[in-house]
């Protein structure tokens, strides 16, 4: 049984007060992860990542399609005790401290007195708020607030979580302790949904990611898999080397960029052997300083995805479709 | 149920972290301070007075507390998204909504039961320092049991607005939804000249649409026995009952209908 399952999910807003259109979100968008799955749910600003999370968690109603977590539909009260969920910029209660608020949640979630209290603190220092436990809430900068939204996505020690840009309004410290937080969980077995627009964060982490793009789903597959799409290469870095040698091998390098006075990064289409341009510069009196494969990044596969994809959706539906995008 | 009872307490928490003691600071020192000045006139008519002012105080702060911190605490945790983390609990959205309304019934009879005491306080130092001579003239006893019949029923009618606050901020904006609740508040008190509007015009569709409103506009003259009991006149049992049995279903309707609202919405 998979863990999150959806199908032909879609959803329309309805946009404009006086004449309502609707203007569609996320289009039919089947999906099905696996427990135990880091899965990173990728897309530009606007693509409907948030959307989707928000179906997942039933905080709105789908057009069509339907969703399953662990096998129920969503929604499911008793499907909702094994979740975790943190929203996109989180937001709790001004007037109650980080304390009081977990404690909240704890009961809620059936724990009682002393060990609702218990269950708080520790999740505080799980995520490194310790010692803001009396500190009221609106006294939290947007970070702390994160690792509240987290703290509260893991009070019940879930099999499922999901975060919308868990990484969003952290320093890069705060984004290293999501990260760890993150492998924890896989290695409890726990399966995590995460949307982010940093492809970084998803490279290091997932073990499956999606690709979605003005609602579409455009690329799904594991991280390897996407990047054996991606063009490779070899940059090839020399020092002594005379601008007219640089000119003189025209299409046999990709680019050349000088990065000092004679020293030249070029760069391999991948099909041209290395070793033969290098033994000819270094005949020319030029010194090698280092030759790596380049290798393409998910934000390279990314761009070329997204943005085949806007030209293709601008091509079909025209230009009106662009409007949805904010970016 | 013990969902709905932590979310209760959490709004009767939220609402004393807010802004409603201070009202009742204020209602406190308005009471005493007249209560000084009255004592200054010795008019002989100063328990009446205070009786009126603090019955209508109380209802008026009550209405106040109904209005803005049933519809704020309500419509905030949907606009500001508190309710993303609170419905990914398992909790339904009917639980969020009994809890909720039940939070705000409580908030409101602690308050009103701070200010009915604050009441009495007053009118037993009057009582206290009051010759005998004065005391005959007073036309009910200082510490009369029947303010607690029309404090009773100033509950009931705000337990009824707070029902009203709900349904409007399950679905508009809470100043759409105070100036609606206020509105029906308004209305409320001179429904019973709708019942006799077909003596007024000649119309009959009129006639038959003031009538219709009649029945669908809560009537809130049932639960105003303020002047009755603070001239000693006799508030009769049934009234009583029957005040507080239409309160019970009308709140029955609205309690299911906002839960009807609130399980079908986007949030967006
Ligand atoms: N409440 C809403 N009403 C109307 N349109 C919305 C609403 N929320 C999101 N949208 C639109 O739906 C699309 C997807 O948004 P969202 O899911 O928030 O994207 P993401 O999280 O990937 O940035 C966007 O075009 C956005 O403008
Ligand atoms: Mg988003």
Not at chain 1, 41 to 58: D, E, S
Not at chain 1, 82 to 93: H, K, M, V
Not at chain 2, 91 to 96: A, D
């Amino acid at each position: 049984m998979p863990a999150i399952r959806t199908e032909a999910l879609t959803k329309d807003y309805s946009t404009g007060f006086w004449r309502p259109r609707p203007s569609r979100a996320l289009e039919n968008l089947t999906l099905e992860i696996a427990p135990g799955e880091i899965f990173g749910f990728l897309g530009p600003n606007g693509a409907g990542k948030t959307t989707t999370l928000k179906l997942l968690m039933q905080l709105i109603f789908p057009t069509s399609g339907r969703a399953e977590i662990l096998g129920r539909p969503v929604g499911d009260v008793g499907v909702k005790r094994r979740l975790g969920y943190l929203p996109e910029n989180p937001y709790f209660y001004d007037n109650l401290t980080a304390e009081e608020l977990l404690v909240y949640y704890a009961r809620v979630f059936g724990h009682h007195g002393s060990e609702a209290a218990r269950r708080a603190g520790e999740l505080l220092d799980l995520v490194g708020i310790g010692g803001e436990r009396a500190l009221q809430l609106r006294k939290f900068s947007k970070g702390m607030l994160q690792r509240i939204g987290l703290a509260q996505a893991l009070l019940n020690d879930p099999d499922v979580v999901f975060l919308d840009e868990p990484m969003s309004g952290l320093d890069p410290l705060g984004r290293r302790d999501v990260r760890e937080l993150i492998l924890r969980l896989r290695e409890r077995g726990c399966t995590v949904f995460f949307s982010s627009h940093i492809l970084s964060d998803a490279e290091s982490l997932c073990s499956r990611v999606a690709i979605l793009s003005a609602g579409r789903l455009i690329a799904t597959g594991t991280v390897s898999e996407l990047l054996a799409f991606g063009v490779g290469g070899w940059e090839l870095v020399m020092t002594n080397l005379a601008a007219a040698t640089v000119a003189r091998l025209g299409l046999r390098i990709a680019r050349a960029t000088e990065i000092a006075e004679g020293h030249y990064a070029l760069e391999l289409p991948i099909d041209a052997a290395p070793d033969g341009l290098l033994r000819e510069l270094t005949a020319a009196g030029a010194a090698l300083v280092s030759l790596n494969p380049i290798r393409p990044t998910l934000e390279d596969v990314f761009i070329k995805k997204v943005g085949g994809a806007r030209e293709r959706a601008t091509f079909h539906h025209g230009a009106h479709r662009d409007h949805r995008e904010k970016t | 149920m013990r969902v709905v009872r932590e979310i209760a307490l959490h709004v009767f928490k939220e609402s004393v972290r807010d802004r409603v003691p201070y009202t009742l600071v204020f209602f406190a020192v308005l009471l005493m301070a007249t209560s000084y000045l009255l004592g200054q006139l010795t008019a002989g008519q100063e328990v009446k007075i205070i009786k009126d002012l603090g019955l209508a105080a109380t209802s008026l702060i009550g209405l106040f507390i109904a209005i803005f911190i049933g519809i704020g605490l309500v419509s905030k945790e949907v606009e500001r998204r508190s309710i993303y983390n609170l419905l990914s609990k398992p909790v339904s959205r009917r639980q969020v909504v009994l809890g909720k309304y039940l939070g705000l019934v409580l908030t409101l009879l602690v308050n009103i039961s701070v200010m009915v005491a604050a009441l009495y306080g007053v009118l037993a130092y009057f009582w206290f320092v009051s010759d005998p001579s004065v005391k005959a003239g007073w036309e009910t006893p200082a510490l009369d049991p029947a303010l607690m019949v029309a404090s009773g029923l100033i509950f009931v009618e705000l337990a009824l607005i707070t029902a009203l606050a709900l349904v409007f901020s399950t679905f508009s904006s809470p100043l759409l939804s105070a100036a609606l609740t206020f509105g029906l508040f308004i209305v409320g008190h001179f429904n019973a000249d709708l019942k006799r509007f077909d003596q007024i015009v000649a119309s009959r569709p009129v006639a038959y649409l003031a009538r219709a409103l009649y029945y669908l506009l809560p009537n809130l003259t049932l639960f105003d026995v303020k002047a009755e009991v603070v001239h000693g006149y006799h508030v009769p049992a049934t009234a009583v009952v029957s005040a507080v049995g239409y309160a019970a279903a009308y709140i029955a309707v609205l309690v299911a209908t906002s839960v009807f609202i609130f399980e079908r919405r986007d949030f967006k």
